[in-house]
């Protein structure tokens, strides 16, 4: 059986697996799903058609599914396993757009999650994040706080955003971004070390980085691009593909 | 009228003075002490090893004594100590200490703390310090009494923000903040690199100063943040020529922020107990004597 507090409110047609606990002043709505081993603690709430997978943890006063501010009903908010999901959160959804979260995240204090956004795995997003509707981030993203996303931006896998950034536009992989409007700064090399990046990878990347975002241009010429397309080293033309993908995407978001 | 039964979850093991008033929906976990005359208005989580003194307001929605952020953080016995007079504003989040970093998160005397702030693991808050809304400290911060964060500010992790320092709004914070200055950006734009832009008015006239005391400040203060790349020199030509009092102690401020990392005097207790936590920490948790002086 959930281990359920009297306190809380759980809908009947809700679906609990069975050690699932929920704290106090919860609310669980009527279509949610909620895994094995997941941890809802006081006062957090979970609405509309949401599912969250194994081991999820979500900590007081988190919202999770409720309707988007422009949406008129809630929709389809899909979670992964063993997040954590902290205090204040807000995950929002929206009718036909499905808000997706992968698997081991870590969404700290007050961050946002707009609707229809989607998220991969192992990405840390720091203090008042905020991801907007349908914006896209892929795996193991760091940010900062007080961080924007913007709706329908991208950032690349591997890329940290620096506090206080506004990324408005393809943010690439391996990066560091910084400033509003978002400027590459850099190879973010803590973060492709910790995730067991080798010292040649790191320099094939870094010297790709140079040749790519010297100076304020951002575009690299379409020959640097094709070579880089067709290098051997597989993190250089996944860099080059997400290039050229932001480049031809800058203007349409 | 007949008075309304209030549901609110408190654990049989909670130490909760009968003098303290516990709003509705309020959850008050197994190892809380509250003090006398505190107040938690509504929708407060109390979790955790965490001591709240008396006379304090905690606003609706704040979560006291949860488990840090930090990902070294394995669930070890840590503590939250909060102290008398504080006023919290609505979804406050104040965590608990690591192990790695002295076990103790501390928030002193008389500070306001506004709507969404947030202290996390291992930071000291001292007195009378007041933070705007949104603020959020990273771990291991110290905040000395009498300071202002302005809103929307993010301060780093380690960093130390002096005496009645002020920091300006939506500012990031990455070294210290020297006592009795005003830190913030250019024309408040954060993409600007902030620095030290003046004296803090308001924080000189709160310490109450002598006035020849406040004269030598203004003058130290004057000379030290004209040319901030000669600070190196001109605190060594400052500190032969002889001072003292708060002086003296704004010089000392910036030579350890000068020998820290980065700018930040704190990073020396990087996975080492801090002197602040001795005080709270009980034997038990003590370390060894001399093993963690930097």
Not at chain 1, 13 to 22: G, I, P, S
């Amino acid at each position: 059986m959930p281990r359920i507090s009297p306190y809380a409110v759980v809908e009947k047609t809700a679906r609990l697996a069975e050690d699932v606990q929920v704290g106090a002043f919860c609310y669980i709505g009527p279509e949610v799903q909620i895994g094995a081993g997941c941890v809802i603690e006081s006062g957090a709430t979970i609405t509309g058609r949401t599912v969250l997978g194994e081991g999820n943890h979500v900590f007081p006063l988190a919202v999770i599914g409720a309707a988007s501010p422009d949406a008129d009903e809630p929709g389809r908010c899909v979670l992964g396993e063993a997040n954590a999901i902290r205090e204040h959160v807000t995950i929002y959804s929206a009718a036909g757009r499905e808000t997706a979260i992968g698997t081991d995240n870590l969404l700290m204090i007050a961050s946002v999650v707009g609707a229809g956004a989607r998220i991969a795995d192992h990405g840390i997003f720091a203090n008042a994040t905020h991801v907007d509707a349908g914006a896209v981030v892929e795996d193991y993203v760091r940010t900062s706080s007080f961080v924007m996303i913007a709706p329908g931006a991208t950032v690349g896998a591997y890329t940290m955003v620096v506090g206080y950034t506004g990324v408005d536009r393809y943010a690439p992989p391996f990066s560091m971004v910084q400033g509003y409007p978002m400027r590459v700064r850099g190879v973010n090399t803590e973060n492709l070390k910790r995730c067991g990046f080798g010292q040649d990878d790191i320099r094939a990347i870094k010297a790709a980085f140079r040749e790519l975002f010297n100076g304020t241009a951002e575009f690299a010429g379409e020959k640097v691009l094709s070579r880089m397309l067709s290098d051997d080293n597989v993190h250089i033309r996944r860099l080059a593909e997400a290039v050229r993908r932001g480049e031809t995407g800058r203007r349409s978001k | 009228m007949t008075a309304l039964s209030i549901v609110r979850e408190i654990d049989p093991s909670a130490r909760v003075s009968p003098e303290a008033r516990i709003g509705p929906s309020c959850v008050v976990g197994p190892h809380v002490t509250i003090g006398p005359h505190t107040e938690l208005v509504r929708r407060v989580v109390v979790s955790g090893h965490t001591t709240i003194g008396s006379g304090n307001v905690i606003g609706e929605g704040c979560v006291l004594g949860a488990r840090p952020q930090d990902l070294k953080y394995k669930g070890t016995l840590t503590l939250l100590v909060i102290g008398h007079g504080n006023r919290f504003g609505r979804e406050v989040t104040v965590h608990v200490g690591t192990e790695t970093g002295g076990c103790v998160t501390r928030i002193g005397d008389r500070n306001r703390l506004a709507d969404g702030a947030h202290i996390a693991h291992d930071c000291y808050v001292d007195n009378g310090c007041r933070l705007g809304r949104m603020v959020q400290l990273a771990g291991h911060i110290r905040v000395h009494d009498g300071a202002v964060i302005e809103e929307m500010t993010g301060v780093q992790h380690f960093v130390t923000i002096g005496r009645h320092a002020r920091v300006g709004p939506r500012t990031p914070v990455r070294r210290d903040v020297p006592p009795y200055t005003s830190f913030y950006s250019e024309n408040y734009d954060w993409d600007a690199p902030p620095a030290v832009r003046g004296v803090h008015e308001a924080g000189i006239a709160a310490a109450g100063l002598a006035a020849d005391e406040e004269k030598e400040l203004r003058r130290a203060l004057r000379e030290l943040f004209d040319d901030e790349f000669a600070l190196q020199t001109k605190i060594e030509q400052l500190v032969n020529m002889g001072v003292e009092g708060e002086v003296a102690q704004l010089c000392q401020f910036i030579q350890r922020s000068l020998r820290g990392v980065y700018g930040r005097h704190r990073e020396l207790y990087r996975g080492k107990v801090p002197p602040e936590a001795y005080p709270h920490l009980p034997p038990e948790l003590r370390p060894a004597a001399g093993r963690n002086v930097p």
